[in-house]
Nanobody
Framework: QVQLVESGGGLVQAGGSLRLACAAS????????MGWFRQVPGKEREFVAR????????DYADSVRGRFTISGDNAKNTVYLQMNSLKPEDTAVYYC?????????????????????WGQGTQVAVSS
């Protein structure tokens, strides 16, 4: 089992920045990839970014590329999402997720169903 706890959400004005953190505990060595997703009421959970622990390869949704940065700290078992130039449309509950299956394909781990463990979410609100 892997437990994930997100933090760092809040209210920010458009153009501002926030940094989310996801602390992992439990069988963290089994995680292959960590991802961030977001969800607004009435819509499906949307892929934001992912990072593979081996090689630190990162990938982003088109809507956040160039504004958000995902990074990981092995020593702290923590993944971060630095969000800059925030827009009102970034308002959502942000979830951290962990996947344990090896899958190097670009098509892997962009779907929420690919992930095995989830945090409880943290609210991000961007005012205009």
């Amino acid at each position: 089992q892997v437990q994930l706890v997100e933090s760092g959400g809040g209210l920010v004005q458009a153009g501002g920045s926030l940094r989310l953190a996801c602390a992992a505990s439990g069988r963290t060595f089994s995680s292959y990839v960590m991802g961030w997703f977001r969800q607004v009421p009435g819509k499906e959970r949307e892929f934001v970014a992912r990072i593979r622990w081996t090689g630190r390869r990162t990938d982003y949704a088109d809507s956040v590329r160039g504004r958000f940065t995902i990074s990981g700290d092995n020593a702290k078992n923590t993944v971060y999402l630095q969000m800059n130039s925030l827009k009102p449309e970034d308002t959502a509950v942000y979830y951290c997720a962990a996947g344990v299956s090896y899958c190097p394909s670009n098509g892997c781990y962009v779907d929420s169903r690919d992930y095995d463990y989830w945090g409880q979410g943290t609210q991000v609100a961007v005012s205009s």
